[in-house]
């Protein structure tokens, strides 16, 4: 078996690339995992086309039992491999079963595809959206190449947003307020807020504001995973903090590795985001008080 899959080694190349039909079609990173490497952007509803070729060298005969192209969304849990599942799934044959003399090229298309899902690469679950272009065989393993894209879906904006005030206390050593302008935000906003200082009977060193992101991989129970993961540490005030003092909070999002709030996609993953208050006195003890936030997409890109 492995001397015939090594003849057919020789016999024949493929290659599958996307044709992104308008020339300024937005591009996106493709995740951690695949570092520097970008993609075209696509949303809910959207035509998805290109092209296939399968390259036969000059002299040879390949045989197939079809050629086809497959538009696959799939969720991998990266640290399960056994646990990868295909949620979506089209097909188009390109050839029938039988004999190829030469290099062939194919145009493809897929109309009006159903991306409800956006592409996410986390820390230990990734979905992802890619054309495989598959030459099956007999006797041999299938010849596949695969490239990926990169789903985004735009939200409307929140009708209720509320600000968020909570307050944080240490019996008769520390009271303070806090207040954010709003409890949903989207990916390119500015969190604008305020920190009150009622009772401060500790030594505070400094304050800052963090940005985590917290990932739920797995089903619920046992097998699920959390991971925290600070995207930023903000620092909002150095120095010691008097009573009656007012700190102003003003922190960009632009330029932070965000995604939207997901909640339970493909009843696999969720991701969460928070602010995290944290105020740190001179002996490094740390008190902080958490609150969940809503994200979601303006825009593309």
């Not at 050629?67 to 949620?87: A, C, N, P, R, T």
């Not at 699920?224 to 150095?238: A, C, R």
């Not at 995290?276 to 593309?300: A, H, M, P, S």
């Amino acid at each position: 078996m492995s001397v015939l899959g090594n003849l057919f080694g020789t016999t024949c190349t493929v290659d599958v690339t996307i044709d992104p039909g308008d020339p300024n079609k937005k591009t996106a990173p493709l995740g951690r995992d695949r570092k520097g490497e970008r993609a075209y952007v696509y949303t809910d509803g959207e035509d998805v086309m290109g092209h296939a070729t399968v390259s036969v060298k000059p002299g040879k005969k390949l045989e197939h039992q079809g050629v086809k192209v497959e538009l696959i969304g799939q969720v991998d849990m990266l640290h399960d491999k056994s646990s990868s599942y295909d949620f979506f799934s089209i097909t188009k044959d390109l050839e029938p079963p039988g004999s190829l003399f030469e290099s062939k090229q194919y145009k493809w298309k897929f109309g009006a595809v159903d991306f409800s899902n956006e592409t996410y690469s986390g820390m230990n679950v990734r979905l992802r959206y890619f054309v495989r272009l598959v030459v099956i065989r007999g006797y041999s393993s299938n010849v596949t190449k695969e490239i990926d894209m990169v789903v985004q879906n735009l939200y409307p904006a929140p009708e209720l947003n509320s600000s968020l005030k909570m307050e944080v206390g240490i019996d008769e050593c520390l009271h303070i307020e806090f207040e954010y302008d709003k409890s949903k935000y989207h990916m390119k906003d500015v969190v604008v807020g305020k920190v009150y200082f009622l009772l401060v009977r500790i030594k505070i060193k400094h304050m800052e504001l963090n940005i985590v992101r917290r990932e739920l991989a797995g089903s619920s129970g046992a097998q699920q995973t959390t991971d925290n993961e600070t995207l930023t540490k903000f620092e909002i005030m150095d120095g010691a903090p008097v009573k009656d003092q007012c700190v102003p909070v003003r922190l960009y999002l632009t330029g932070f590795e965000l995604t939207p709030t997901y909640k339970n996609v493909q009843n696999k993953f969720s991701v969460k985001y928070f602010l995290n208050l944290v105020l740190v006195d001179e002996e490094d003890r740390r008190y902080f008080k958490q609150q969940e936030i809503f994200i979601w997409r303006k825009k593309l890109g």
